[in-house]
């Protein structure tokens, strides 16, 4: 496992800091901005984000424009050892703009002209916001390329929504154009034969809307992809000047873990490194765990997004999320608990929304580094600071990355064309819960687990987990299959294989292009209403399933274990198949909790995967550089868990073989490589 240099070149350790808005403060700057830095050394910060939302402070007119504010702070910044992640200000537009200029602003989907307000609220096809856009990076770019704070580029904020104005439906045609080619080739690969949709001239086409198209699940996957390329032409365009003139600054843009409004994994091509958003609402219960297991999931992904790469967390809250329905305060020690977590799967920062909080507007009782009183005398700051006195002593684990030997799929567009179906569970097609059952299966082991999707080279991984996995696109079924005949493990489940990129189904049987693969055709899937079970036998125990039950035939593949009733009792609930020198397992129904767990017990075992026995809701990540391992061992619960696990303690030194980890807790281990 190689260790990567700093994400953050002119930051050689870890990332301590937050949003900060300046420019909300003018009228008081001379006495805010100088608490700012005193209270901000204090907490051990080392880097704000700052110009996020600032475009108004920078633009008050039309070409008008005042930098005096930003040359202050960015110089109190520089003089304070504290390095700027210095952001394009897109994300929220001046209103003389949305006055001046209407065609920046948005059409929703019921084709209804958006006002001025908000944020995100921008056309991706204007071209004066586009222009505007690069105008105003560039006047950035320039004044401060050789600013001594300067460290990284903050591009936009949290990209989010869709615009379906004439200009996007235009630049929609135009893509589908470069796309297909020809009608024809459109209207069989949308199947547009259905319900005689077939369209007969381009300008025919218009985006899914609730008053218009819906029906044709081509077009509406279709229309999905678009947008994530909408978005990459944006954050090109937001970074052409700002790669151009200052070409060794790195540029990312914060990400919203699962939003499935965008495919992150085709954004982050584009980006120096991945970075996110994270906010967990911790209950101080026993539901604490099924949270940390989510968030740590989201963690993973962002790591896997750039292959592995440390990612930083770009925002979190140290305690009350304001807009949570229930804004819970962080028990002590939480806040620290996961900001490590964040640590643990990859993250090279722990960050904050916000640093100073606002006045006014819907943000002002959210949680941040200074509240209202505007001293450090506080319980939210004082555990901040511990988290910064932390961080200053983990310079070793800087740059590593997680030895994962297991990779799991999730997959965007597997997502969009499963939850449009209409079949299979239309309530709740709980694709992310069954992804989620199986990671939790192997975080509840502490087993690494890389997050890839059906473009990533898993090749180099021994176990390949593609739960639910309805569309199979491109060569991805070609890969599986050399994979399981090179002697990996595949493990799927039901709903594997039925549609192709195109979102038309495999003729021939399901699983389709994996039907050899597994040795087995699915022939039916029953949804098992709420309050509804089934059970099968395994390895002498028996297991509850719920939700989905496929009904297979074993062509090739063993039968492990058979369902226990109704009218498909005695038909295989779980096979595995031996393909070259390989094994490809099929999960029929949606077990538990208790049978995924044993089932990755017994394969992590068969295939020498480091796992570990580990009370219920504890958790080990590990952190390598090749040489040394860096156990992250974490408590998510209210309760004291005593550990069983050897190693040197990375703080003391001291030689662990079973220590207790009290409500909260965590510790790290060192072993070697």
Not at 161 to 180: I, S, T
Not at 330 to 352: E, K, N
Not at 572 to 587: E, F, H, I, R, S
């Amino acid at each position: 496992m190689k260790k990567y240099p700093p994400l953050v070149p002119k930051i050689p350790h870890m990332i301590h800091g937050g949003d900060y808005n300046p420019d909300q403060w003018l009228a008081d700057k001379d006495v805010i901005w100088n608490e700012d830095m005193r209270m901000a050394k204090l907490a051990g910060i080392n880097s704000l984000s700052v110009g996020i939302f600032s475009w108004t402070a920078l633009e008050p007119e039309e070409g008008v424009y005042d930098f005096t504010w930003l040359d202050e702070i960015m110089d109190k910044m520089a003089a304070n050892g504290i390095t700027a992640i210095l952001a394009t200000p897109s994300a929220a537009r001046p209103a003389w703009m949305s006055q001046k200029y209407p065609e920046v602003l948005r059409v929703n989907e019921r084709r209804e002209k958006q006002l001025h307000g908000g944020r995100h609220n921008h056309c991706l096809s204007s071209r004066i916001y586009r222009d505007k856009v690069r105008q105003i990076n560039a006047l950035l770019a320039e004044r401060y390329k050789d600013h001594p704070a300067l460290g990284a580029w903050h591009i936009s904020n949290e990209l989010s929504g869709e615009c379906h104005c004439p200009a996007c439906q235009e630049n929609f045609r135009l893509w589908l154009k470069e796309k297909y080619g020809t009608l024809d080739a459109l209207n069989a690969a949308w199947w547009t034969s259905f319900w005689s949709h077939t369209y007969t001239d381009w300008s025919q086409i218009e985006s899914p809307s609730p008053i218009g198209e819906q029906s044709v699940h081509g077009l509406k996957l279709d229309w999905k992809r678009f947008t994530t390329e909408q978005f990459v032409k944006w954050y090109d365009i937001e970074t052409e000047p700002l790669k151009r003139i200052t070409p060794d600054i790195p540029c990312t843009t914060n990400l919203m873990g699962i939003y499935e409004g965008i495919n992150y994994y085709r954004l982050a091509e584009r980006m120096d490194f991945a970075c996110w958003d994270s906010y967990p609402q911790w209950e101080n219960t026993m539901n604490d765990v099924s949270i940390a297991q989510f968030f740590s999931f989201e963690h993973d992904l962002t790591r896997g997004l750039k292959d592995g790469q440390p990612f930083l967390l770009m925002e979190s809250c140290p305690s009350a999320t304001n807009w949570r329905p229930y804004p819970r305060l962080h028990r002590p020690g939480v806040h620290l608990l996961q900001s490590m977590q964040a640590v643990a799967h990859g993250s090279d920062s722990v960050q904050y929304f916000q640093f100073r909080k606002s006045r006014g507007s819907s943000e002002k009782l959210h949680g941040a580094v200074v509240d209202h009183c505007g001293h450090e005398h506080t319980r939210v700051f004082d555990q901040i600071a511990q988290v910064g006195q932390q961080l200053k002593t983990m310079d070793a684990i800087v740059g590593t990355t997680a030895p994962a030997r297991v990779a799991l799929v999730y997959d965007w567009e597997n997502r969009w064309a499963l939850e449009d179906a209409q079949g299979f569970n239309n309530v709740d097609k709980k694709y992310v819960d069954t992804v989620m059952d199986h990671y939790a299966a192997l975080w509840s082991l502490g087993v690494s687990v890389d997050i890839v999707d059906q473009t990533r080279d898993f090749s180099g991984h021994d176990v390949l987990v593609l739960p639910f996995s309805y569309m199979l696109r491109g060569d991805f079924a070609r890969r599986v299959e050399d994979f399981v005949q090179n002697g990996c493990t595949l493990v799927t489940t039901y709903g594997t294989g039925w549609v192709d990129e195109h979102d038309l189904c495999f003729l021939g049987g399901f699983p389709g292009p994996l039907t050899d693969t597994l040795g087995i055709w699915e022939e039916e899937i029953d949804v098992l209403m709420p309050g509804m079970e089934n059970s099968a036998q395994f390895r002498g125990k028996t297991y509850k399933l719920t939700d989905y039950a496929s009904l297979l035939h074993a062509k090739t593949a063993r039968v492990l274990a058979e369902y226990d009733s109704d009218f498909y009792a005695g038909m295989p609930a779980l096979t595995v198949n031996d393909c070259g020198k390989g094994q490809a397992y099929y999960v029929a129904g949606r077990f538990g909790a208790d049978f995924l767990k044993d089932f990755y017990a017994g394969l992590c075992a068969e295939k020498n995967i480091p796992a570990h026995e580990l009370p219920e809701g504890v958790t080990a990540a590990t952190r390598t550089d090749g040489t040394h391992d860096y156990v992250f061992v974490m408590n998510f619960t209210p309760c004291d868990r005593t550990v069983t696990l050897s190693g040197r303690d990375f703080a003391t030194g001291e030689e662990l073989s079973c220590f207790t980890l009290p409500p909260h807790g965590w510790r790290i281990l060192v072993k070697e490589a």
